[in-house]
């Protein structure tokens, strides 16, 4: 029988599944992974312990269920999406058990992190062979789904080449497994052994070569690549190597990546102990500002050799250039350009970029005729696509614009992954080389594969899974490719609802550790609903309308809630979502759109610069009126703030009134023109006296702009979007001509600089040339203080290292000669969201990942944060005084 929602839930209840949730928010959550396809899950289930998923099995079949197991969602041909029960073990299930060095093994939960796993088995001079793109976030549980490779698998092998044992539970009713199997493939030994295993990256189907008798009747190494269609991995034992510190990486340029696929079987014969050979499209380089510099070529080769091997890959190459990367540094920052192929791509033409032909594979020799023919077929079909990968594997990704917002755009879809599968079988490829065949493929295998083979796939899923309940729909009797696709024509006639298709679900902003800024809140909480990912997919729901009823639904509340809008997607999401953006414009359209009453937090805090500016003239006395118990609590009480946060003061004399009292500026043109912003202005104002004195110290003259210029941002990150924007173009009118004398303009408040040059823009469509103090002195060349001995711990505010840029600050800094740690992510305050009540306990937890304890560990250091909002989370939690940069050059001065 099949049970009702409410029923499934009080079943796997009954069975100790605590963590199950039918919400509309889990739902929306979950019903996409990184890939093409919508399919809305029952419930979604996060198991605390590996026992519970022997309970899900269980009420799987007496519900008559499926089970569809996600790893970390990042499942690019839609195998990680399902209708019953989807379950979530990255949140729970998370544990390293054990390493044995001497066995060089790790046992471990199947929602490890992979990147976790590598830091576990680092200090044993260990590595787990195998490393996808999005190590840093998936999951081994899900490598072991789909046989994940990576850049190195070349010198490790393939995560079914680093299996030594599994812990798996088949599906309901299985019985016999391993000997049923066995017999199944001893009854068609010639038939497996010509047709499966033919080359490394033949991962499609089920990978039946594993139980030839000759190959140890491997039913472990078997199952990996079966993309939870056959079992549910409870543990998994894996291999790992020695991690060797001497590779040296030589970059090869070509002329195009088709002949940069013809020099790879010359490079594989001079260099057997090459770990990657990669294959890079210059249109992915050229979106990433700042990256190292490339020999000449459209297309290279990342070949990653030992020292001794350099020499020969080198004469070998045939390459119009190369360049041998010693520098670790350089080295690293090339290889995040790989990583980020996914999300770069998909961005990388003039139309979106999709998923869907993404991983398929042939053997290295045949690489540079199946390139070719594949950009014909391309053209054929009026379609573009880069291509890169694992060339040395003869492994190609590739993100295509297909058509979808165009009537026929999934018929040019199904039509063109239809001709690629036949082309590839001229080549004697593999649909799938390390993503599995999924949604996307399955229907496919068809033309991979003869009768006999898929019969073999039909008869090992009836002995491992008889009742069909396991992640039905993929590789046996499998949904057409174009059922289930999501929706990329929104409904709703909004620029947002284009904006939050961006998100292609690459998971980036799910790793659970970062050295960026995104995504704070999931740092803190490690909950789906709070990444950029999830919020993206509930928006995109929203704007659907058909399971989250637009922008008053309650599952958009939940989503957005604890976005911080911080900004830090904006620069470290790949494919460019701007959270923050899409937060102000969805409570715009919940508000003031469609009428819902706002909370007291928005008129009060959301609009903090209207009251700083009406408190001026009697600060000293808000101030100490505010110093009173019964007032403070009042006070917080009325304007939604939590009662365990402190009010900041205002400024006993505003910078402005501090500099002119109430004459005009004086009557003289400036060498530096200081912005006065409203946090600088009325909070901060020793951020400009500083700025002034030190810059007069070196011989240069500002003077501060007398006029009221607020950027608007407290009314943005609140939603009110329609004052905002007249805010804005009021400030712009205003600083427009002191930017236009040619006389530098600087901005002191990071957020609100921030703001001029990303929302301003956006609402205005005005662009203004204010420089961060970093920016103004290194344009003016001006001569820095020394700073030999100072040690920095640096907090650069989250719209700082977003938006603007904190570079120019730790050239300064180093320049001087101080020692600076540079701390990632958000201080956790974040403006308005840290002071609201309900968000206390979360702006600590993000104040905790990175923040306090670069602080605590050094203990003698400056600590830098020119953010308004960094420098009072500081004083609330630690209790530490704060410098600007403009505060810290002064503090040098020569008396």
């Given at each position: 029988m099949t049970?009702?929602?409410?029923?499934?839930?009080?079943?796997?209840?009954?069975r100790?599944v605590?963590?199950v949730?039918?919400?509309?928010?889990?739902?929306?959550?979950?019903?996409?992974?990184?890939?093409l396809y919508?399919?809305?899950?029952?419930?979604?289930?996060?198991?605390?312990?590996?026992?519970?998923?022997?309970?899900?099995?269980?009420?799987?079949?007496?519900?008559?269920?499926?089970?569809t197991?996600?790893?970390?969602?990042?499942?690019?041909?839609?195998?990680?999406?399902?209708t019953?029960?989807?379950?979530?073990?990255?949140?729970h299930?998370?544990?390293?058990v054990?390493?044995?060095?001497?066995?060089r093994?790790?046992?471990v939960?199947?929602?490890?992190v992979?990147?976790?796993?590598?830091?576990?088995?680092?200090p044993?001079?260990l590595?787990?062979g195998?490393?996808?793109?999005?190590?840093?976030r998936?999951?081994?549980?899900?490598?072991i789904g789909n046989?994940?490779?990576?850049s190195?698998?070349?010198g490790?092998?393939r995560?079914a080449?680093?299996?030594?044992?599994?812990?798996?539970?088949?599906g309901?009713?299985?019985?016999?497994?391993?000997?049923?199997?066995?017999t199944?493939?001893?009854?068609?030994?010639?038939?497996?052994?010509?047709?499966?295993g033919?080359?490394t990256r033949q991962?499609s189907?089920?990978?039946?070569?594993?139980?030839?008798p000759e190959?140890?009747r491997s039913?472990?190494?078997?199952?990996?690549g079966?993309?939870?269609?056959?079992?549910?991995v409870?543990?998994a034992?894996?291999?790992l190597v020695?991690?060797?510190p001497?590779?040296?990486?030589?970059?090869l340029?070509?002329?195009?990546?088709a002949?940069?696929?013809?020099?790879v079987?010359?490079?594989?014969?001079?260099a057997p102990s090459?770990?990657?050979?990669?294959?890079?499209?210059?249109?992915i380089v050229?979106?990433?500002?700042g990256?190292p510099?490339?020999?000449?070529?459209?297309?290279?080769?990342?070949?990653e050799?030992?020292?001794?091997e350099?020499?020969?890959v080198i004469?070998?190459?045939?390459?119009l250039?190369?360049?041998?990367?010693?520098?670790?540094?350089?080295a690293?920052a090339?290889?995040?350009?790989?990583?980020d192929?996914?999300?770069?791509a998909?961005?990388s033409?003039?139309?979106?970029?999709y998923s869907?032909?993404e991983?398929?594979?042939?053997?290295?020799?045949r690489l540079?005729a199946?390139l070719?023919?594949?950009?014909?077929?391309l053209?054929?079909y009026?379609?573009?696509?880069?291509p890169y990968?694992?060339?040395?594997?003869?492994?190609?990704?590739?993100?295509?614009?297909?058509?979808?917002?165009?009537?026929?755009?999934?018929?040019?879809f199904?039509?063109?992954?239809?001709?690629?599968?036949?082309?590839?079988?001229?080549?004697?490829?593999?649909?799938?080389g390390?993503h599995?065949?999924g949604?996307?493929?399955?229907?496919?295998?068809?033309?991979?594969?003869?009768e006999?083979?898929?019969r073999l796939?039909g008869?090992v899923?009836?002995?491992?899974d008889?009742?069909?309940?396991?992640?039905?729909?993929?590789?046996v009797?499998?949904?057409?490719?174009?059922?289930d696709?999501?929706?990329?024509?929104p409904?709703?006639?909004?620029?947002?609802?284009?904006q939050?298709?961006r998100?292609t679900g690459?998971g980036k902003?799910?790793a659970?550790?970062t050295?960026g800024?995104?995504?704070?809140?999931?740092l803190?909480?490690?909950?789906?609903?709070?990444s950029t990912?999830?919020?993206s997919r509930?928006?995109q729901?929203?704007?659907?309308?058909?399971l989250?009823?637009g922008?008053?639904?309650?599952?958009?509340d939940q989503?957005?809630?604890?976005?911080l809008?911080?900004?830090?997607?904006?620069?470290?999401?790949?494919t460019?979502?701007d959270?923050?953006?899409?937060?102000?414009?969805?409570l715009?359209q919940?508000?003031?759109v469609?009428?819902e009453?706002?909370?007291?937090?928005?008129f009060?805090l959301?609009?903090?610069p209207r009251?700083?500016a009406?408190?001026?003239?009697?600060?000293?006395?808000a101030?100490?009126?505010?110093?009173l118990k019964p007032v403070q609590?009042m006070?917080?009480?009325?304007?939604?703030i939590?009662?365990r946060r402190?009010?900041?003061?205002f400024?006993?004399?505003?910078?402005?009134?501090?500099?002119?009292?109430?004459?005009?500026?004086?009557d003289v043109?400036?060498?530096v023109?200081?912005?006065?912003d409203?946090?600088?202005?009325?909070?901060f104002p020793?951020?400009g006296?500083a700025?002034?004195?030190?810059?007069?110290s070196v011989?240069?003259?500002?003077?501060v702009i007398?006029d009221?210029a607020?950027c608007g941002l407290?009314?943005i990150?609140?939603?009110?979007?329609?004052?905002a924007k007249?805010?804005?173009e009021r400030?712009?009118?205003?600083?427009a001509?002191y930017?236009?004398?040619?006389?530098p303009?600087?901005g002191?408040?990071?957020?609100?600089?921030?703001?001029?040059?990303s929302?301003a823009?956006e609402?205005?469509?005005t662009t203004l040339?204010v420089?961060?103090?970093?920016?103004?002195?290194e344009?003016?060349?001006?001569?820095?203080?020394?700073?030999s001995?100072?040690?920095?711990?640096?907090?650069p505010?989250?719209h700082?290292?977003?938006?603007l840029?904190?570079?120019?600050?730790?050239r300064?800094?180093?320049?001087?000669?101080?020692?600076v740690t540079?701390?990632?992510?958000?201080?956790g305050?974040?403006?308005?969201?840290?002071?609201?009540?309900?968000?206390y306990e979360?702006?600590?937890?993000?104040a905790?990942?990175?923040?306090?304890p670069?602080?605590?560990?050094?203990p003698?250091?400056v600590?830098?944060?020119?953010?308004?909002?960094?420098?009072v989370?500081?004083?609330?939690?630690a209790?530490?005084?704060?410098m600007?940069?403009?505060?810290?050059?002064a503090?040098?001065?020569?008396?």
């Open positions: 049970l009702e929602t409410p029923d499934l839930v009080a079943a796997l209840r009954r100790g605590t963590d949730d039918d919400s509309t928010l889990a739902r929306a959550l979950y019903s996409s992974d990184a890939s919508r399919v809305v899950p029952q419930v979604v289930v996060r198991p605390r312990h590996p026992d519970e998923l022997e309970a899900i099995l269980d009420v799987s079949a007496e519900a008559r269920t499926p089970v197991m996600r790893g970390a969602g990042t499942s690019i041909a839609g195998n990680a999406v399902g019953g029960i989807v379950v979530d073990t990255l949140k299930l998370n544990e390293v054990s390493i044995d060095a001497e066995s093994t790790a046992v939960q199947p929602g490890v992979h990147a976790d796993l590598q830091r576990a088995a680092a044993y001079g590595r787990f195998p490393d996808p793109s999005t190590h840093t998936c999951t081994i549980g899900g490598m046989n994940a490779c990576g190195r698998a070349l490790y092998g995560t080449d680093n299996v030594v044992a599994l812990d798996a539970a088949y309901p009713g299985a019985t016999d497994v391993e000997a049923r199997l066995g199944l493939v001893d009854q068609h030994l010639a038939h497996v052994r010509t047709s499966f033919r080359f991962v189907g089920y990978s039946l070569e594993h139980l030839l190959n140890g039913v472990e190494r078997f199952l990996v079966s993309e939870g269609t056959l079992a549910v409870r543990s034992t894996v291999r020695e991690d060797d001497d590779r040296h990486l030589v970059v340029g070509y002329p195009s990546m002949e940069a696929a013809d020099a079987p010359a490079l594989l014969a001079v090459m770990t990657a050979c990669e294959g890079l499209d210059s249109r050229d979106l990433v500002p990256a510099a490339l020999p000449r070529g459209a297309g290279w080769l990342f070949a050799v030992p020292a001794a350099t020499a020969a004469a070998a190459s045939g390459a250039e190369h360049r041998l990367v010693e520098d670790a540094r350089e690293a090339l290889w995040r350009i790989r990583e192929g996914a999300g770069l998909a961005k033409l003039f139309r979106p970029a869907g032909w991983d398929a594979a042939v053997p290295p020799e540079g199946w070719r023919d594949f950009d014909e077929l053209k054929a009026d379609l573009d696509g880069v990968g694992h060339f040395g594997d003869g492994c190609v990704h590739v993100r295509i614009d297909f058509p979808f917002a165009e009537a026929d755009g999934a018929q040019v199904r039509d063109f992954l239809t001709a690629a599968a036949n082309k590839l079988r001229d080549h004697g490829g593999s649909l799938s390390e599995g065949d949604r996307a493929r399955s229907e496919l295998l068809a033309t991979m594969y003869d006999e083979s898929l796939f008869a899923k009836a002995i491992c008889p009742d069909n309940l396991l992640n039905p729909g993929n590789i009797d499998p949904a057409p490719l174009d059922a696709l999501r929706p990329t024509r409904r709703a006639p909004l620029a947002l609802a284009d939050v298709h998100c690459v902003c799910v659970p550790r050295a800024v995104m995504c704070p809140s999931y803190a909480t490690r909950d789906e609903k709070d990912r999830g919020r509930v928006l729901e929203a704007v659907d309308g058909t989250v009823k922008f008053a639904d309650p599952a958009v989503a957005l809630d604890l976005c809008a911080c900004k830090g997607c904006a620069s470290d999401c790949p460019g979502v959270m923050a953006t899409y937060k102000a414009e969805a715009h919940k508000h003031d469609l009428g009453r706002r909370p007291r937090s928005h009060l959301g609009q903090l009251w700083a009406m408190a001026a003239p009697v600060a000293p006395l101030n100490r009126m505010m110093r609590r006070a917080r009480a009325t304007a939604g939590d009662q402190s009010i900041p003061a400024a006993p004399r505003t910078l402005r009134r501090t500099l002119y009292g109430s004459r005009g500026v004086p043109v400036p060498d023109w200081i912005w006065a409203s946090f600088s202005d009325h909070f020793g951020n006296l700025a002034i004195e030190w810059l007069a011989g240069v003259t500002a003077r007398n009221d607020c407290t009314w990150t609140t939603g009110q979007l329609d004052k007249a805010i804005l400030t712009v009118r205003t600083l001509p930017v236009a004398s040619g006389v303009v600087v002191l408040e990071p957020s609100c600089l921030a703001t001029l040059r929302d823009v609402m205005t469509g040339d420089l961060t103090f970093a920016e103004l002195v344009r003016l060349d001006l001569p820095l203080p020394d700073l001995g100072v040690e920095v711990v640096a907090q505010h989250c700082h290292a977003s938006i840029g904190w570079a120019a600050d730790k300064l800094l180093e320049g001087a000669g101080a020692t540079q701390v990632a992510g958000c201080c305050l974040a403006g308005n969201f840290g002071m609201e009540q309900g968000h979360v702006s600590v937890a993000v905790e990942t990175h923040l306090l670069a602080v605590r560990s050094q003698d250091a600590v830098l944060a020119d953010g308004m909002s960094c420098r989370q500081l004083d609330d939690l209790q530490q005084p704060t600007h940069l403009a505060e810290l050059f503090s040098k001065i020569e008396k």
